[in-house]
């Protein structure tokens, strides 16, 4: 029994040893083995041989980098842009396709998160050190998880506490004065029961004014976050549980020791202070083993509260979430499957906004969304794989709404994989909770009333496994296309002294082009390199002109070594930035312009050096070692009471050359 099941490990590890025809092997004694283990290393990203245009980041990719949160995750990835909203605030976004965060449907395990007045930060509210995997899914993505997806979807897998029993810890601290610590643990109650607590802080010890502007480099946060999970398995119910809670608190603008107060006014400080608490639960009854028929319930709700000024403006907001979702899913033979469900989403917003001059305003935003889905997929042995889906929802604000989508993926042989995608998305704009960071620009934010968003995405793709050398050299190339129907526009063209959320007249659309190689030159040793183009407009003013503040394309290689004992890891990231186009400038008193009409290309260039222990690894790296930064971006920093005034004009780094050390521990529990 031993010599087979070794046979049978050798075969699928090591498919180029053949293995001798069962009755061929001459009779043999029992006899006692040593002990073999076969290593091998996984890649850290891995693109999905599923239906869907997918990259699958697991924890081996997480590592290369310092990644302190769910923003600094990306930074060897060529799919996924995070870039600086305003140079005030710390507010990120993510692009995906060309397009802001928004059009990106943000899961946590598979539920609807970080939405509404939680999007502008909460790249930042997801430890790194919690995450298990990142799944990134291009273009139209499955009904299942709702209609708001557009330009794809990123779904976050955390820790689990039926997880092997360990004790983590990890610190972090750079020459920015920041430090991070994290740890968690795993608890088996029994063999069925289990809970997993995960705990987080983050501080900024200290201010930095590198550019003299007397503005904050980055705004001063301290963070406390928790989570607690428990999940429950029998042979027919499975129980998922958690609940997270946040505080964090945040500083930024004029410094006492780098700005001279205003005569009036005084320092123009910026301040946010946020309270949030997720609660969920999955449940999962099993009803038919070998057809793999269950039903599940999930439901989750969120409360979301911001108190923050900005300057001598104040907004307040109060968000409360409620969703539900009751699938079921069965196969209806060997190549069919069927899944369907019912969900049921409500959103409210409680806003407060004092602009100092004419009081204080309150409005309130509410919706109920009910629907229903239905989703077919026919899988012919891996190598013809169709799925459609149809979703039905009906809106308490927008009425009754479609929501088709469909994929389809060809795999001739295992060398290559083609697809195709096609899919409509919809989305309700909370233009104020989503874009309060534009509250710190002396410019009027003015803001129609907006319409639903909805837009096609349309999408092709190739990856090829090539043999090479006895390696394979992964090649994958693709082009999505997305077009608005309808679209919340933010015009800073139109008006010098104004920002203009708008509904679009006229059209708004993306194109993305992206190929990516990658390949282990030798054992250890990967590179990936990557290129992307974007051609993203929209109408302003009548007009259709390039997207602002958009990299028009984007180079990317990193290189990551192993040492063949696993002791030592190298890594290192080269990132080539394209140039954009700059709103339109305003004429300044002395007849200059306000800005430049368009921002040049810039290279950035990071890497780490790992060294692993039995139970603990230090890691040393830097960022941004080219030193490269936006000179200013803070637009008129010496008149931040004025109209002049504009933080919001980021298309470039805001920080020069950081390092940073940490350690990782790892204990098994006795």
């Known amino acids: 029994m031993k010599l087979e099941l070794l046979a049978s490990a050798l075969m699928v590890l090591l498919p180029e040893i053949?293995?001798?025809?069962?009755?061929?092997?001459?009779?043999?004694?029992?006899?006692?083995?040593k002990e073999v283990t076969v290593t091998t290393r996984r890649a850290g990203t891995v693109k999905s041989r599923g239906v869907a245009n997918a990259d699958l980041i697991n924890s081996l990719e997480l590592l290369k980098a310092a990644c302190c949160n769910l923003g600094e995750s990306f930074t060897t990835n060529p799919s996924v842009?995070?870039?600086?909203?305003?140079?005030?605030?710390g507010a990120k976004q993510i692009k995906l396709l060309g397009l802001s965060g928004t059009y990106v449907q943000m899961l946590a395990e598979n539920i609807p998160a970080y939405r509404g007045a939680a999007s502008p930060y909460s790249l930042g509210y997801i430890p790194g050190a919690w995450m298990k995997g990142i799944q990134v899914s291009k273009g139209s993505s499955s009904v299942k998880n709702g209609y708001e997806s557009m330009t794809g979807q990123i779904n976050i897998g955390f820790k689990e506490p039926q997880d092997a029993e360990m004790v983590n810890f990890n610190m972090y601290m750079n020459t920015m004065a920041k430090v991070d610590i994290n740890a968690d643990a795993n608890i088996h109650i029994n063999n069925r029961l289990s809970t997993g607590l995960m705990l987080h802080y983050e501080d900024n010890l200290s201010s930095?004014?590198?550019?003299?502007?007397?503005?904050?480099?980055?705004?001063?946060?301290?963070?406390?976050?928790?989570?607690?999970?428990?999940?429950?398995?029998?042979?027919?119910?499975?129980?998922?549980?958690?609940?997270?809670?946040?505080?964090?608190?945040?500083?930024?603008?004029?410094?006492?020791?780098?700005?001279?107060?205003?005569?009036?006014?005084?320092?123009?400080?910026?301040?946010?202070?946020?309270?949030?608490i997720e609660l969920a639960t999955k449940n999962a009854l099993i009803l038919d083993k070998e057809h793999n028929t269950s039903i599940a319930l999930i439901t989750s709700g969120t409360f979301h509260s911001l108190d923050s000024y900005f300057g001598m403006k104040v907004y307040d907001v109060r968000e409360k979430n409620a969703y539900a979702s009751m699938v079921f899913e069965t196969e209806l033979g060997h190549d069919h499957s069927l899944s369907a469900g019912v969900s049921f989403n409500h959103d409210y917003y409680s806003q407060?906004?004092?602009?100092?001059?004419?009081?204080?305003?309150?409005?309130?935003?509410?919706?109920?969304?009910?629907?229903?889905?239905?989703?077919?997929?026919?899988?012919?042995?891996?190598?013809?794989?169709?799925?459609?889906?149809?979703?039905?929802?009906?809106?308490?604000?927008?009425?009754?709404?479609?929501?088709?989508?469909?994929?389809?993926?060809?795999?001739?042989?295992?060398?290559?994989?083609?697809?195709?995608?096609?899919?409509?998305?919809?989305?309700?704009?909370?233009?104020?909770?989503?874009?309060?960071?534009?509250?710190?620009?002396?410019?009027?934010?003015?803001?129609?009333?907006?319409?639903?968003?909805?837009?096609?995405?349309?999408g092709v793709s190739t990856a090829l496994y090539i043999p090479l050398a006895g390696k394979t050299l992964n090649l994958n190339a693709e082009y999505f296309y997305t077009d608005f129907g309808q679209q919340a526009v933010i015009d800073y063209d139109s008006e010098p002294g104004v920002i203009h959320i708008a509904?679009?007249?006229?059209?708004?659309?993306?194109?993305?082009?992206?190929?990516?190689?990658?390949?282990?030159?030798?054992?250890?040793?990967?590179l990936t390199a990557a290129y992307r183009y974007n051609d993203v407009k929209s109408t302003y003013g009548g007009e259709l002109r390039q997207r602002p503040l958009t990299s028009r394309y984007?180079?990317?290689?990193?290189?990551?070594?192993?040492?063949?004992?696993?002791?030592?890891?190298?890594?290192?990231?080269?990132?080539?930035?394209?140039?954009?186009?700059?709103?339109?400038p305003y004429g300044m008193p002395d007849g200059t312009k306000s800005w430049a009409g368009s921002f040049g290309s810039y290279e950035q260039v990071s890497a780490q050096v790992s060294r692993w222990f039995r139970h603990f690894s230090v890691y040393v790296g830097a960022e941004n070692l080219t030193g490269f930064k936006q000179k200013n971006p803070v637009m008129n920093a010496e008149t931040p009471w004025s109209s002049a005034f504009d933080p919001t004009m980021v298309w470039g780094p805001v920080q020069g050359r950081m390092f940073y050390a940490g350690i990782r521990i790892n204990l098994e529990k006795m």
């Not at 549980?241 to 946040?246: M, T």
């Not at 990551?560 to 004992?565: D, G, H, I, R």
């Open 18 to 33: 053949a293995v001798a025809q069962s009755d061929s092997v001459p009779e043999m004694k029992d006899q006692q083995l």
């Open 208 to 276: 930095h004014d590198d550019n003299g502007d007397g503005f904050l480099d980055e705004p001063k946060v301290r963070q406390y976050n928790i989570q607690n999970k428990w999940g429950y398995f029998s042979d027919r119910y499975i129980l998922h549980a958690y609940i997270r809670a946040l505080r964090e608190k945040r500083e930024g603008g004029q410094s006492s020791g780098h700005a001279t107060p205003d005569e009036e006014h005084g320092l123009f400080k910026i301040g946010m202070e946020t309270n949030r």
């Open 554 to 584: 984007k180079g990317l290689l990193t290189a990551s070594y192993k040492t063949p004992l696993g002791l030592w890891q190298f890594d290192a990231t080269l990132q080539l930035n394209g140039g954009g186009r700059m709103p339109e």
């Open 503 to 526: 509904n679009l007249n006229g059209r708004s659309y993306s194109h993305t082009f992206q190929v990516d190689a990658s390949y282990p030159v030798f054992k250890g040793m990967t």
């Open 81 to 89: 842009d995070v870039n600086y909203s305003d140079a005030a605030t």
């Open 352 to 458: 407060w906004l004092a602009d100092g001059i004419v009081g204080r305003t309150k409005s309130v935003e509410k919706e109920t969304t009910p629907g229903a889905y239905v989703q077919y997929t026919y899988d012919l042995h891996g190598k013809l794989v169709a799925m459609g889906g149809l979703r039905i929802d009906h809106s308490s604000l927008y009425g009754t709404f479609v929501t088709p989508r469909a994929h389809v993926k060809w795999s001739p042989n295992d060398i290559v994989s083609l697809r195709a995608s096609v899919g409509k998305g919809y989305r309700t704009v909370h233009a104020l909770a989503e874009n309060h960071y534009l509250l710190a620009s002396g410019r009027q934010l003015v803001i129609d009333d907006l319409k639903q968003e909805r837009a096609w995405n349309y």
